[in-house]
């Protein structure tokens, strides 16, 4: 029954998300128009270490604009309903895993996009890729807990970037570097522990998301 509940809650998610087809088409087209002013900027002659560094830059901003958003939308009136009707376990599980799937799909889409316009610096496609899935998730998890916490507050967007900055950051190093040796084509020894350690942070984010989401309901 809970398996049932928390796919009707993903699904819910994705009703509520594709009615509003605005919000969307302006991440895509937000996507599209920064990839292809780089190219405009940079005309195909950029190294390796800028390629990398645009790319994450790109990637932070619509992490934040996706996955940020998670708990805006949630008003007072239909928190009480949630309240009363759903559990705080499969509330919270039902937007990581929606915003998760949604960055990844986005993600990809901005790294199709990046390389055909700025073109493909990787060396090492399958490390790259696993490195901005597992980032994707990752990213999408704390943004969205950060999210839960900045809508106690008013639905400050202010405080939700300041509580996720330094969380961010660890993370946002680690994905830096993995899709660095990606890019230089390195051995996958030599990376596999960046690698560990990114699904090891989706773990801890999803666990600990679960269990403090449980004081921010009652609130």
Known sequence: MTTQLLSALIKKEFQLEFRQ???????????VATVFISSLCFNGKVDKITWNALFWVIFAFIAVNVSGKSFMQETKGKGLYNYLYYSPRNF???????????MVVLS??????????????VDDMGMFLLSLFFSSTAFSGVLSLMSAIASKANNNISL?????????????????????????????????KYLLILIMLNFV???????????LWKD
């Open 21 to 31: 087809k605005s919000t969307l088409a302006g991440i895509l087209v937000y996507i």
């Open 92 to 102: 919270i599980l039902s937007k990581i895993i929606y915003n998760m799937l949604l």
């Open 108 to 121: 990809f889409l901005t790294f199709f996009f990046y390389s055909w316009f700025v073109y493909n610096k």
């Open 160 to 192: 939700m970037a300041i509580l996720s900055f330094p969380v961010l950051m660890p993370l946002l190093l680690v994905s830096v570097k993995l899709s660095k040796h990606a890019i230089d084509g390195l051995a996958w020894s030599v990376s596999y």
């Open 205 to 215: 984010v999803v666990a600990l998301a679960t269990l403090l989401f449980n004081y």
